[in-house]
């Protein structure tokens, strides 16, 4: 099992998005972007489990998480036909290579 021990930076960092999420919505567009980036591509299970479970930012996360994390996207949806079409295209191939 590997334990994982965070840098300074990460927990400044993390630090910084929790104040962030007190005063959501009201941040500016750039804090803003900077919030959706951290989630989206920098944040890892246990900085997302962290902010969670802090019960001071639990409002604002809750709407951040509902502005944008909950909802899927377009990506999301041709991410899925893609999946599906290549599972159909497998199962078709495997079908026509037992006949």
């Not at 750039?30 to 951290?38: A, F, Q, T």
């Not at 809750?62 to 497998?90: M, Q």
Request: aromatic share 8%; net charge positive.
């Amino acid at each position: 099992m590997t334990i994982q021990t965070q840098s300074a930076t990460a927990l400044a960092r993390r630090a910084h998005v929790e104040a962030l999420l007190v005063a959501y919505p009201d941040v500016t567009p750039e804090e803003h972007g900077m919030l959706v980036r951290y989630f989206k591509r920098e944040a890892n299970a246990l900085d997302v489990g962290m902010i969670a479970s802090n019960e001071s930012i639990a409002r604002g996360y809750a709407r951040f998480r509902h502005d944008h994390l909950d909802r899927f996207t377009w990506a999301d949806l041709a991410k899925g036909i893609v999946g599906t079409a290549i599972v159909v295209l497998c199962i078709g191939l495997v079908m026509l290579r037992a006949l």
